[in-house]
């Protein structure tokens, strides 16, 4: 993940409080995601970008897991195709990982 990504959401953070953001992941790699989720919500796990020892607790969603909140046409004209790429197990590899990363 990008350092500027980081900073951008530690100055969006700052601004408007952790409290008030939330983190949409359209990404299908789950060891990715997994750091990613894990970086917004308790800090950079490699210590080395401006998330390094900072908790800031946003909860992060995979888009599939919102797929029930976005109207079918714009699901559809949006997501469709990048839908059809990802296996139903690692869909719900995705998903597992986003959850555990909200309850720990």
């Known amino acids: 993940m990008g350092l500027t990504v980081q900073k ?3 100055n969006l953070a ?11 992941f359209g ?3 789950p ?4 750091i ?9 796990p490699s210590f080395a970008g401006p998330l390094a020892g ?3 607790n946003i ?3 995979h888009i599939l897991e919102l797929q029930a909140h976005i109207p079918d ?27 555990e990363t909200r309850t720990t």
């Open 8 to 10: 951008e959401v530690k």
């Open 36 to 44: 990613m989720a894990q970086t917004f919500k308790n800090g950079d």
């Open 59 to 61: 909860e992060s969603y």
């Open 54 to 56: 900072i908790k800031l």
């Open 73 to 99: 046409e714009v699901w559809e004209r949006e997501m469709g195709m990048y839908e059809l790429e990802i296996e139903d197990d690692t869909r719900e590899k995705l998903c597992n990982i986003m959850k």
């Open 27 to 29: 990404i299908n790699q």
């Open 14 to 24: 700052d601004q408007y409080g952790a409290e008030n953001l939330v983190i949409v």
């Open 31 to 34: 060891a990715t995601i997994q």
